[in-house]
């Protein structure tokens, strides 16, 4: 009697529990849980990614130079920084490194504009004062490497007053020297691979109606320094000084290379302005005889 009672039993209850679905509604309401904890996690990661990108499209201007001071080692300041790292202006200031107490600015504001061009940055440079019109740096990083290609535009690239050199410091500063340098460059791209500078192309600073508080003379003269990349030597770019005019005549040549910058040049004065220019030669190098001795590195 008391089988037949338990047999009874599961027989009524087994079709209760197929009549009433219990089984699907449970794993049902699994399912929904866990699809439901999953939309949980997507919403968060969304959140998340939105957050970074919207701090990305917004990251202060401070950003950008803050990157700048800390990449040459505080000599090239962006002070006053305003906008954005995609789209804002500063004041472009020249210092002796960090430390020092010289610094030099420039007038007006420095802007720039930044976007994505293929798999790399484009940086389009404007300056009323110094550039000639849009100056674009394309940049591009890679495994182990960056590369900085410039493009410039017709004519000269820049052109900035001989005195923000003085900001640089000695000996710059005690020279005092008046004039324009000017940049020209049919197209220049330096290579950065695991701390080595790899240049290709060519570039000139012309120095134009240099003067100095040192000599009575109005002008020196007008000098070139030409930078080249050594094809045979990647990691070495080759230095060239050559006079163009004036009083003061200077040559030399040297490489820009990891051990630094190795140069070695001298500088004369013609003979009816030797002693006009005998106290600027004292400081440019080491005297010797009528002419000055310049040896860096």
């Not at 699809?35 to 202060?60: H, Q």
């Not at 040459?72 to 107490?101: F, Y």
Request: proline share 4%; glycine share 14%.
């Amino acid at each position: 009697m008391i089988r037949l009672r338990r047999k009874r039993a599961r027989n009524l209850w087994s079709p209760t529990v197929a009549a009433t679905g219990w089984g699907e509604s449970t794993f049902a309401e699994i399912e929904w849980g866990n699809s439901r904890s999953a939309s949980a996690r997507w919403a968060v990661v969304g959140i998340v990614v939105g957050l970074f990108v919207a701090l990305i499209a917004c990251a202060p201007a401070a950003w950008l130079a803050g990157a700048v001071a800390s990449a040459t080692q505080q000599r090239v300041l962006l002070a006053d920084a305003r906008g954005t790292v995609w789209s804002g202006s500063a004041v472009a200031v020249l210092t002796g490194g960090e430390g020092s107490r010289d610094a030099s600015s420039l007038p007006g504001r420095l802007s720039w504009t930044m976007h994505w061009r293929g798999l790399g940055l484009e940086l389009q440079l404007e300056h009323a004062c110094c550039l000639n019109g849009v100056v674009a740096l394309q940049v591009r990083p890679g495994f182990g490497r960056t590369t900085y290609t410039l493009v410039p535009p017709s004519g000269w690239v820049g052109q900035w007053p001989t005195a923000l050199l003085g900001g640089l410091g000695t000996p710059w500063n005690t020279m005092q020297l008046g004039g324009t340098l000017r940049l020209t460059s049919p197209g220049l791209r330096i290579e950065s691979v695991q701390g080595r500078m790899v240049v290709d192309g060519k570039a000139d600073f012309d120095v134009l109606g240099v003067s100095s508080r040192l000599s009575t003379l109005d002008s020196l003269g007008s000098y070139r320094m030409t930078i080249t990349g050594d094809t045979t030597n990647p990691g070495i770019s080759n230095l060239q000084l050559s006079t163009q005019d004036g009083a003061l005549q200077l040559s030399g040549s040297g490489t820009v290379g990891p051990a630094g910058v190795r140069f070695r040049g001298e500088a004369r004065a013609t003979p009816l302005e030797e002693a006009a220019l005998s106290n600027l030669l004292n400081i440019i190098g080491r005297r010797d005889n009528a002419r000055s001795v310049i040896s860096i590195g």
